[in-house]
Each structure stands twice: as C-alpha cells, then as structure tokens.
C-alpha cells in the first residue's frame, strides 16, 4: 500500500468507498468530490495498491478551527501555510477495514500538515466514532455546531506537541 496525492481518476473509486461508508444523507455528492479533488490536491490523499483505491482522505487548510456546515457547500481553498488542517471525509473500502489504513491516511495528513505550518488537525465525527480518534491522537471537544444530515457530531482535534 501507498498514500499519494488524490487523482481526478480515482474519483469512480473514491464515490463507490464514499457511498459505502456513509448514509445518503452524510455522503458528499460527485460534483463536491469533483471540487475537492480540483482545489485540494495537496490535502486529498489516496491509499493505494496499484490502480486500487482502499481509502482516502480529505479536507481543506484553512483559519476556522473546526469545520462549519457552509464548507461542505462550496469546497474552501487551503491556505499556503499555517492555519487549521480540517479532516471532511476519511473513508476506507470496507473490503480492507480493520487494516489500520484510516490509522495511516490520519498520519499521513498530520505531517503533510505540520510541514505546512498548520496548528491542529480537526474534524467531526459520530459518537460511534470518537474512541477510533481518541486511539489515534485526538481529544474530543464536545458537540459541534454542525448539524449536517440531521446527524449529531462531535468536534475531535489533535494540536501538535
């Protein structure tokens, strides 16, 4: 396996885990998976084996520190440097879960930010999943503001040592 940059090819790939992994009313549509593959290529990372896509993640750098529901609307431009790395989606292909590689595809895109100056790496996630954060790095700050899909999420961040 390996974790590269994002191509507009895998984007089939990307939609199939994205459906898999998420309610219809959670999962981002093909045209916003279109936007972020056009203005995040350097925070949309791709765990691969060859032309297979296992997973994949993906968010913008930006100065809010937590994700706001607006951004899932109109994809934000990253930063150059410095800011907040914001996770919207880290997926796997349930065909390979339980291998550790949203584990790596986190990792991967904390030193990407750290290499670009950024503070933290937030996102949102369901109650089911905080305990996978948390055993990766992330300290749960409470219930987000957001209220996408009708979902109640939570805001996890890791700040840097």
């Known amino acids: ?13 990307i939609m199939a885990i994205e459906k898999a992994g998420f309610s219809e009313d959670e999962a981002g549509s093909e045209v916003a998976y279109r936007e972020r593959i056009e203005k995040l290529q350097d925070t949309f990372l791709v ?3 060859g032309a297979i896509v296992l997973g994949f993640i993906v968010g913008p750098a930006v100065k809010e520190r937590y994700i706001e529901d607006e951004m ?6 990253n930063l150059a440097q410095g800011g907040h790395q914001l ?3 880290l997926a796997v292909s349930p065909l390979v879960r339980k291998q550790h ?3 790596q595809l986190l990792a991967a895109l904390a030193t990407a930010a ?13 109650a089911r999943l905080v305990p996978f954060y948390e055993r990766n790095g992330f300290t749960n700050q409470g219930v987000a503001a957001s209220e996408h899909a009708g979902e109640t ?9």
């Open 87 to 89: 996770v919207f989606t």
């Open 47 to 49: 765990a691969r084996d």
């Open 114 to 126: 750290q290499e670009k100056g950024r503070t933290s790496l937030s996102l949102t996630c369901l």
């Open 72 to 77: 899932f609307a109109t994809t934000p431009t």
């Open 101 to 103: 590689i949203g584990s």
């Open 1 to 13: 396996m390996e974790i590269t940059p994002v191509k507009m090819a895998d984007l089939p790939q």
């Open 153 to 161: 999420w939570y805001n996890l961040e890791k700040v840097w040592d």
